[in-house]
Structure formats: C-alpha cells, structure tokens
C-alpha cells in the first residue's frame, strides 16, 4: 500500500473519530438533562398553590357562612321570642336579618362558584401528574437508549483510534506530520483524491508529470497544496 493511500486512509479514519466524537458530544450532554421534566414539575407546583389559595378562599367564604347562620339564629330568636314588643325595634331587626340573610346568599354564590374553581383547579392538577408520569416514562427510556448509544460510540472509537494508531505507524513520521499539518489548515481535508487528472481538493487539472511522480511517492498538488492520491 503506498503512503498516499494509507494517509488518504487514515485522512477517512479521522473524520470518522471526529463524526463519532460529535455524536458522543451530544449524546452525552442529553445524559442527566431533565429540563423537560423540570419545567412540568414547575407547573405542578404553580398549580398546587393556584388550588392552595383558591381552598383557603373556601374555607374563608364557609367560615363566613358560618357566622352568619349564627348572627342570623340569634336575631330570629330575639325577633320572634315575644320578648321586644316596640314596633320600631321590631321593624328594625326584620330589616337586619334581611340584610344578613341577602349577605350570606352572596356569600353562598362565592362559596358555590369556588367549590367548581376548587374543582377545576383539582382535575387539572391531576391531568398534570399523569403528564409528568408520562414524561418520566419516556425521560427514562430515551436515558436508557441515550447510554447504549454512549457505549456503542465509545466502542467503536476505541476500535477507530486502534486503527488510527495502527495506521500511523505504517507512515513515515515526516509524510504524517505534513498530514497534520496540512489538516490543520485544510479543514481536516489533508489528502485529495485524484479523479481524471484532477485534484479533487481544489478542482484543478494536474500537470501529466505531478500524476506520475503522484503515483510513485507522497506529492502534493501545485494549487491545494494538498496531498495527492491516486487510486
Ligand atoms: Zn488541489
């Protein structure tokens, strides 16, 4: 196998590592990242207070009710007791238990519309719980397939940087060292092939005397400077 060849090999070995990097780059940074599964917890927590508040509104409004049925018993009782006799007097605490009467009916309507809030509030927390569990799930099957993925890739870099090493030392230290450095400078495109007396590094028709010294040893293009293989 002539150096060009093991080089332009070597040049497909290298992006493959550098593709095979990039895929574990990402797989690994999905690894542990919960920020979809943060971002319903955070909801469910918003909601949780959202019915908090609109409990203790209830209760508020129940203990209302409360003490109005009691203010409102203890003015029927007075009212109809015999005991005030006064017209006056009487007219005045009919018209204070009417009063009451049409507060606390008000307060039973507040009640009323904050139980079916309560209500609401109850369902739609409950349909965010089984959204969560649900996310939990596919959270842990994308992890589980995040990690085989992990250990494929870093199994077959383990196998790909064996053969990087194995390559490398079937070339001459100077032709690898002017691959590095010509990949460094080249985008990682350090050697180009050569298809119908064209580099294909840069698209330039190559001098017939560059094609054969091309064949015969490590030959870099006039253009590109990069170097040349010939199948
Ligand atoms: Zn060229």
Do not use: F
Request: glycine share 4%; charged share 30%; aromatic share 2%.
């Amino acid at each position: 196998m002539s150096q060009a060849k093991r080089l332009y090999e070597l040049q497909a070995v290298d992006h493959e590592i550098e593709v095979k990097e990039n895929a574990l780059r990402g797989v690994e940074a999905g690894l542990g990242q919960r920020d979809a599964l943060e971002r319903v917890q955070a909801l469910i927590q918003a909601q949780q207070q959202a019915l908090d508040d609109l409990k203790r509104r209830l209760h508020h409004q129940e203990w209302e009710l409360e003490d109005l049925t009691t203010k409102i018993a203890a003015l029927e009782e007075r009212l109809y007791s015999g005991r005030i006799t006064n017209p006056k007097e009487l007219s005045s605490l009919q018209h204070e238990v009417e009063l009451l009467k049409a507060q606390r009916s008000r307060t039973e309507d507040r009640a009323l519309e904050l139980m079916a809030a309560v209500d609401k509030a109850k369902e739609g927390l409950a349909a965010r719980h089984q959204e969560l569990d649900r996310a939990e799930k596919q959270w842990q099957a994308e992890q589980a397939q995040l990690r085989s993925q992990q250990a494929q890739l870093r199994e077959a870099l383990a196998a790909l940087r064996q053969s990087r090493h194995s390559l490398g030392q079937q070339v001459d230290s100077a032709h690898l060292t002017l691959y590095e450095t010509l990949k460094a400078k080249k985008q990682g495109q350090a050697v180009a092939r050569v298809e119908q007396g064209m580099c294909r590094g840069c698209r330039i028709s190559l001098p017939t005397h560059l094609l054969q010294e091309a064949r015969q040893r490590v030959a870099q293009c006039t253009s590109c400077h990069r170097i040349l293989y010939l199948d």
